[in-house]
T-cell receptor, first 111, second 113 residues
Framework: DGGITQSPKYLFRKEGQNVTLSCEQNLNHDAMYWYRQDPGQGLRLIYYSQIVNDFQKGDIAEGYSVSREKKESFPLTVTSAQKNPTAFYLC??????????FGAGTRLSVL | GESVGLHLPTLSVQEGDNSIINCAYSNSASDYFIWYKQESGKGPQFIIDIRSNMDKRQGQRVTVLLNKTVKHLSLQIAATQPGDSAVYFCAENMGSNTDKLIFGTGTRLQVFP
């Protein structure tokens, strides 16, 4: 998966609980991204970060939060405000080219 | 709104045949396009890209064609193999000032022996 590690592979969330998905890259890429993928659909952008200590909302940021304290790490928190969190979450990073490289994903389900 | 879409949600081909996956885009300002392959339960894998100043680009067994006049993108896979079975996404970058990609909904390619 090109040096991008997502963990855990599977995650279960209880109602009212916040959960955090990890994304780490060793590619020395400046930009990192979080996408949500629902069954049979394309990828929708949640948040992205072009540089350390900076991030922007994507198209579906409500109910999610992120931080970018280190270049190699871009964790995503799915908060209790996200009422429909069940999905496949994908993290990507991008260096000097326009190509985004993806991790293997985290599948989040609600108990 | 601006979107990237696909003409065929599922494409079934016989092993050894050529496959053509199509994609329509609506934003004439898009200057960069990517094709990704996603196998079940995995993250998307980069296949090939093309800039808007090109009409064609070839890789190993794959060719991407860009027709800016009709805003159409296609991915051609030569001698399709069972390992090519996956969902294929096109994505566009809408100009050099943005770092974001917009993805289409995907086409599932099924390869039969």
């Amino acid at each position: 998966d090109g040096g991008i590690t997502q963990s855990p592979k599977y995650l279960f969330r209880k109602e009212g609980q916040n959960v955090t998905l990890s994304c780490e890259q060793n590619l020395n890429h400046d930009a990192m991204y979080w996408y949500r993928q629902d069954p049979g659909q394309g990828l929708r952008l949640i948040y992205y970060s072009q540089i350390v200590n900076d991030f922007q909302k994507g198209d579906i940021a409500e109910g999610y939060s992120v931080s970018r304290e280190k270049k190699e790490s871009f964790p995503l928190t799915v908060t209790s405000a996200q009422k429909n969190p069940t999905a496949f979450y994908l993290c990507a990073s991008k260096g000097s080219s326009n190509i985004q490289y993806f991790g293997a994903g985290t599948r989040l389900s609600v108990l | 709104g601006e979107s990237v879409g696909l003409h065929l949600p599922t494409l079934s081909v016989q092993e050894g045949d050529n496959s053509i996956i199509n994609c329509a885009y609506s934003n004439s300002a898009s200057d960069y396009f990517i094709w990704y392959k996603q196998e079940s339960g995995k993250g998307p894998q980069f296949i090939i890209d093309i800039r808007s100043n090109m009409d064609k680009r070839q890789g190993q067994r794959v060719t991407v064609l860009l027709n800016k006049t009709v805003k159409h993108l296609s991915l051609q896979i030569a001698a399709t193999q069972p390992g090519d079975s996956a969902v294929y996404f096109c994505a566009e970058n809408m100009g050099s000032n943005t770092d974001k990609l917009i993805f289409g909904t995907g086409t599932r390619l099924q390869v039969f022996p």
